[in-house]
């Protein structure tokens, strides 16, 4: 079962966050749900999946895009026709 | 000390050359626009797009395949591969992880040993490229990022190594080959900026396994090579221990460094992606016919144009460079290709290199008129030179040629020819022999110096006299005429 | 576009939409100047499309959903968007970050989940028809717990192109209506193949509900009828059922013991696909800004945190931990053979009869506030869910009351077969009106 350490690190990987006051409780219900989940163990069957279709493509052909500031229109911070976003380190 | 063994390893990177992406209709040629110009729903990642595979690419990636003798799997499909990123829009990449398109291939280059080598290639697949990321800002007022994604969604096929190369120099020669073949496949340009990239995998044997990841330059895979594996040996020399991480290179310094521990911690969380089909394409393969491929384009040229194995393989190792000898030599393959062969393996790459020049820019046909003039004695070697430099230089600023002709007036390039049977009204206006008997007057020290058997007393002469007749005259002939005119007067 | 518009200020005491738009422009054809009310989770272009999130607040698509387009060249006018789960995660609309729904029957009761914002709409006489989205039940629970009718199409037969992904591979956007006629028209707008949808096929819509249900046969599983359903509710079914035997259908006992396991395939596929599907939102393309002076994983953590309610964070940590290192064979590829298992059983019971009855929803509507436990939540989901791993199509027609509350009789068809089950539903509907 999923410690509160590993939750913590979980919520980290989804770059969730998880607010200290929540996690016991977080940690509770995901516990729960994840138990729920072991009845799969029991799950027999072949791996292959069956698909309804194959080789689903489209011709190489040219398409318009969008104008620049339709892209820019819902970004909340732009320079230049560039998209502003936090540094990487 | 046994010389311990290098192992490398590579995984390059190569845009594919469709006209639009791997999954939209935004057209593919964004260099020269302004930033989030070749943006659409679906390479922008908005909420609520989806993916629809460009048939092409696969085409594309399966003449790759077929050209590197790989095994196209009966079903391949694409997955996501999950992380945070600015330049990657939808926080995941679809890229292709447990069945990939093909596998299992190699391509021959020429070994450090000599004689062909076989690099083996584990796989090949099919993903699409994230957007690019500006730095920007300082320390003091904040530093913070810039994005264009206008290269979201370029298709990319990412060709991966098996650990088969033992030097910087085999890497170098692999990846000169993988070029080339797909320039002939006519699916990747290597002249566009940022085409290819490539992860280097070194380790020297019985140590532990380092990965150098971006770099994007030809010439930065053998430094980043050289430098990692030195740094390596260092290492061990001193008694320390590799430790297995990923590295960055960086170009400007041409070291590797290693990057933030966060990188190594990725999960990506690969799962199938739901959005898209899977592919049987297998039976495709019969159907491909694979164009001329480098090596047997090498054969061909020493066969057909009797090229040295040397200069087939310089030639042949660019497609646009076996298109430009072909071209000038069509209008007088007996005459020109002697002269062609050296003329464009040898002197025309190096000038342009000299100017970072593509041959795109020169003309074949007014190459070929240059080598003609030369071919019949018009212009010496050393005109023909200056000249070409001239007009690359011109085009190099994006001026108008020259005509050769009118080069050769103005800068009186035309080669004098003497004869001493030619009648004395010849004789008389003869530049050439004024020019000797001038430089014999002028310098008598020299040729005091030739008598008496010293050395470089001749050569000093000689260069006296090219000066004199400006490279116009033919050097063999001035040195009998010259030759003969010191022993004349001794007698 | 022809210039019409018609005026749109309805009394929304039930807090059924997020945007309203209150001169909505129309043009001719099939749906020329009716009203259409689409849920907040399908782009439309220049209307704000937030998911019931805060997350999106504010976001404004550039392009519409292949279906909006669809809807508009119909004529049709699109009146607002309504409330939901945020992001469809939850089966009450009370995960809605902008207040839950209220459902007309009872307003201290929950419309359903989560298409709750688009049943209460019709069901409080608003709108007709209404867009809903179905991954688990969002259609079919509200259309039960309001007494309307909605309709899960055959994966595929609807473009998703356009429709905010959660998750991806069990989804479909349906029409929903005060009748089974409203729900077939609109239906027939919005069924057929888009190009930009790698996963829709071509099998458009052009069909009139007929009634006859003469020598139908329908199976009933013994699972839609157990333990964990209310027996006021399986009593109006099987009233229901009876009344299709009176109308020349015969019924056949059955059943799917995949049934077991199908509750955990569904979460765990939908949490999967939704972890990678809600990993974008991020606050800089689009949504409240990210703060660019941080570093970018702490600006991203940053946003997320204010932006996700809890259950969708609760299922973007659920779906990250099944994907990762060493659970995937655990969770996510067990949970594929699980549906392909429920496919066989499906597939195996309609070899033997034509369709699958019994109720949509084990209980009737819930208090608001009822249900606050999680797992217990999911539980309810346990006779929709499966319908969406097989991919077939279900719909649900009101069918009587229990303790003043609507309930719904779902009937399940094979795959392709929408035109059956609507004629099915036609077929009861017309009896009792």
Same mark, same amino acid.
């Given at each position: 079962m999923a410690t509160e350490q590993e939750v913590r690190h979980i919520a980290e990987l989804a770059d969730v966050g998880i607010n200290t006051e929540e996690l016991a409780t977080f940690t509770h219900q995901f516990n729960a749900i994840l138990d729920y989940f072991d009845i799969l163990d029991r799950v027999s069957g072949d791996t292959a999946v069956t698909r309804d279709?194959? +080789?689903?493509m489209r011709e190489d052909e040219i398409e318009p895009s969008l104008p620049q500031e339709e892209v820019l229109r819902n970004a909340a911070a732009q320079e230049d026709g560039f998209i502003k976003a936090p540094r990487v380190m | 000390m046994a010389e311990e063994q290098v192992i490398v390893g590579l995984e390059v990177h190569c845009q594919l050359d469709t006209k639009s992406k791997l999954f939209c209709g935004c057209s593919t040629d964004y260099r020269n626009d302004a930033p989030n110009t070749h943006v659409c729903p679906v390479c922008l990642g908005l909420p609520g797009a989806m993916p629809v595979l460009n048939k092409r690419s696969i085409e594309y990636a399966m003449r790759v395949a077929k050209a590197l003798n790989c095994s196209v799997l009966p079903e391949s499909e694409f997955s996501r591969k999950n992380y945070f990123y600015p330049d990657l829009d939808k926080a995941y990449q679809i890229t292709q992880y447990d069945k990939p398109l093909a596998e299992g291939g190699y391509l021959e280059i020429e070994g450090d040993e000599g004689g062909e080598k076989r690099i083996r290639i584990t796989r090949i697949h099919v993903e699409e490229d994230p957007g690019r990321l500006v730095h920007m800002g300082t320390a003091e007022r904040g530093k913070y990022s810039l994005v264009d994604y206008n290269r979201s969604g370029i298709p990319l096929i990412e060709i991966v190594s098996e650990p088969d190369m033992r030097s910087p120099k085999e890497a170098r020669k692999f990846l000169n080959k993988l070029r080339a073949t797909l320039e002939y496949l006519s699916v990747f340009d290597s002249e566009k900026e940022g085409s290819l990239r490539v992860d280097a995998n070194i380790s020297i044997k019985g140590s532990e396994r380092v990965e150098v990841k971006n770099i994007s330059s030809y010439k930065g895979v053998e430094k980043a090579l050289l430098f990692e594996i030195t740094r390596q040996k260092s290492l061990l020399r001193r008694g320390q221990k590799v430790d297995r991480e990923t590295r960055h290179y960086l170009e400007a310094r041409g070291v590797t460094q290693s990057s933030r521990s966060?990188?190594?911690?990725? *999960?990506?969380?690969y799962f199938p992606e739901p959005d898209l089909r899977p592919l049987h394409v297998q039976s495709w393969v019969d159907g491909i016919v694979l164009p001329e491929l480098p090596d047997a384009r090498r054969e061909r040229f020493i066969a057909q144009y009797a090229c040295s194995l040397n200069h087939a393989r310089t030639l042949t190792g660019e497609l646009r460079l076996a298109n430009f000898f072909e071209k000038v030599v069509a209008a007088d393959p007996k005459g020109l290709i002697p002269l062609a062969d050296t003329w464009i393996a040898d002197t025309l790459i190096g000038e342009l290199n000299y100017r970072n020049m &593509?041959? *795109? =820019?020169? *003309?074949a046909a007014g190459f070929s008129e240059l080598l003609t003039l030369l071919k019949q004695c018009i212009i010496t070697d050393k005109s023909g030179i200056e000249m070409l430099r001239i007009n690359l230089d011109h085009l190099m600023k994006g001026e108008p040629i020259e005509k050769w002709d009118d080069l050769i007036e103005k800068h009186g390039f035309k080669k004098i020819i003497h004869t001493i049977t030619l009648s004395s009204e010849y004789a008389i206006k003869n530049p050439v022999h004024d020019a000797i008997i001038e430089v014999i007057n002028e310098h008598p020290t020299a040729v005091e110096d030739f008598r008496k058997g010293k050395k470089g007393a001749f050569n000093f002469l000689i260069g006296q006299l090219m000066k004199k007749t400006r490279g116009c005259a033919d050097p063999a002939e001035l040195n009998r005429l010259l030759t003969e005119e010191l022993t004349k007067k001794e007698a | 576009m022809a210039g019409h518009e018609i005026t749109f200020e309805p009394d929304d005491r039930y807090n059924a939409f997020l945007t309203t738009c209150r001169k909505a422009p129309h043009g001719q054809g099939k749906l020329a100047g009716i009203a259409v009310a689409v849920k907040d989770n399908i782009s439309t272009k220049g209307i704000e499309t937030t998911c019931a999130s805060k997350i999106l607040k504010g976001y404004i698509p550039p392009y519409d959903a292949h279906v909006v387009e669809l809807l508009r060249q119909s004529g049709a006018a699109i009146v607002g968007k309504t409330n939901m789960d945020e992001f469809g995660m !939850? @089966?009450?609309?009370? +995960? &809605?970050a902008f207040g839950p729904t209220l459902n007309p029957y009872d307003t201290g009761r929950v419309p359903g989940g989560s298409s709750g914002g688009s049943a209460a709409a019709i069901a409080g006489g608003m709108v007709r028809m209404a867009l809903g989205t179905d991954t688990g039940g969002s259609i079919r629970c509200p259309a039960a717990f309001c007494g309307i009718v909605g309709l899960k199409p @055959?994966? !595929?037969?609807? &473009?998703?192109?356009?429709?905010? =992904?959660?998750a991806n591979s069990l989804e479909q956007i349906g029409p929903m209506g005060k009748t089974v006629t409203d729900v077939s028209t609109l239906m027939g707008v919005i069924a057929g193949h888009d190009r930009r949808d790698s996963t829709s096929h071509t099998k458009p819509y052009t069909h009139t509900p007929r009634a006859g249900i003469k020598g139908l046969k329908i199976g009933i599983p013994q699972e839609y009828f157990g333990a964990g359903v209310d027996p006021q509710v399986a009593a109006v079914v099987n009233k229901a059922i009876g009344r299709l035997g009176e109308l020349g259908a015969t019924t056949v006992p059955c059943s799917i013991p995949s049934m077991e396991y199908a509750l955990a395939a569904y979460y765990v596929t939908c949490t999967c696909e939704a972890s990678s599907n809600l990993a974008r939102f991020d606050g800089v393309r689009y949504g409240p800004a990210a703060d660019t002076k941080k570093s970018w994983h702490e600006a991203f953590r940053d946003v997320r945190r204010a932006g996700f309610g809890t259950e969708v964070r609760r299922r973007i940590m659920l779906g990250t931990y099944a994907l990762s290192s060493g659970y995937y064979g655990k969770y996510y590829a067990k949970a594929q053979i699980a549906r392909e298992n429920v496919k066989k059983d499906f597939a195996r019971i309609f070899s033997e009869v034509d369709v699958i009855a019994g109720p949509t929803m084990p209980t009737i509507a819930f208090q608001l506030g009822e249900k606050s436990d999680p797992l217990s939540m999911y539980l309810s989901d346990i006779l929709t869910v499966p319908v969406n791993l097989a991919g077939i199509p279900a719909i649900s027609v009101p069918c009587g009351k229990a303790a003043g509350m609507p309930v719904g009789l779902q009937i399940m068809g094979r795959p392709w077969e929408d035109e059956r089950v609507i004629d099915v539903a036609y077929t009861y509907e017309q009896a009792v009106t």
């Open positions: 279709r194959y +080789n689903v | 966060k990188e190594q911690e990725h *999960d990506y969380r &593509s041959v *795109d =820019a020169v *003309d | !939850g @089966t009450t609309t009370e +995960n &809605s @055959t994966y !595929g037969r609807v &473009s998703r192109f356009g429709l905010i =992904a959660y």
